[in-house]
């Protein structure tokens, strides 16, 4: 079945350091894939989404791109802050009626 | 404005209570969805619906039951048969059979057994 493997957590990181968050995928055909991001005691939110091989999905300095070749999606920021600190996850949806979740990961970044 | 809106935001039961958890959306989506989250861990499907008066289970929903009598409203009951309901629930709702919409949440509620 379809599924979601992201980066295991927590990941810890100084203010304008590099980010990447590995993910990958299992799908048939050809699913659209998500980045979404939950601040503490709140709901998920898009962050963003890419429809189709090699799109480039981005948004607040995020980036992310669907590779089919090697099933990945990961999340990359170039200068983090400490506003990011967050919990991050990974998911897709191959007919457009369920969705699949990664198990998150919790970014810290320290000033 | 669109959106989902959940409540409460903080919910807590005695054991052996049932609870019922509210969702409703202005969004004119059509599917619905119900997901916990505990500590450390991800999202598991509890039901969901794609058409008002038809759901279907997700990986866990025993002890759950849900209705869906309005298009706009998908409330979640947590029965005295879930042994362990203390957690954080999710409602979503999104587009169906369009490849390249996403799921939107709601602010969660925050179920706690006393």
């Known amino acids: 079945g379809d599924s979601v493997t992201q980066m295991e957590g927590p990941v810890t990181l100084s203010e304008e350091a590099f980010l990447t968050i590995n993910c990958t995928y299992t799908a048939t055909g050809y699913p659209s894939l998500f980045w979404y991001v939950q601040y503490p005691g709140e709901g998920l939110q898009l962050l963003l989404k890419?429809?189709?091989?090699?799109d480039k999905g981005s948004n607040k300095g995020f980036e992310a791109t669907y590779r089919k070749e090697t099933t990945s999606f990961h999340l990359e920021k170039g200068s983090v802050q400490v506003s990011d600190s967050a919990v991050y996850f990974c998911?897709?949806?191959?007919?457009?009626?369920?969705?699949?979740f990664g198990t998150g990961t919790s970014l810290t970044v320290i000033p | 404005d669109g959106g989902i809106t959940q409540s409460p935001k903080y919910l807590f039961r005695k054991e052996g209570q049932n609870v019922t958890l509210s969702c409703e959306q202005n969004?004119?989506?059509?599917?619905m969805y119900w997901y916990r989250q505990d500590p450390g861990q991800g999202l598991r499907l509890i039901y969901y619906s794609q058409i008002v008066n038809d759901f279907q289970k997700g990986d866990i929903a025993e002890g759950y039951s849900v209705s869906r009598e309005k298009k706009e409203s998908f409330p979640l009951t947590v029965t005295s048969a879930q042994k362990n309901p203390t957690a954080f629930y999710l409602c979503?709702?999104?587009?169906?059979?369009?490849?390249?919409?996403?799921?939107?949440f709601g602010q969660g509620t925050r179920l706690t057994v006393v």
């Open positions: 890419a429809t189709k091989a090699d």
């Open positions: 979503a709702s999104s587009i169906i059979r369009a490849l390249n919409t996403e799921a939107f």
């Open positions: 969004l004119n989506h059509d599917a």
């Open positions: 998911a897709l949806s191959n007919t457009g009626n369920q969705f699949y």
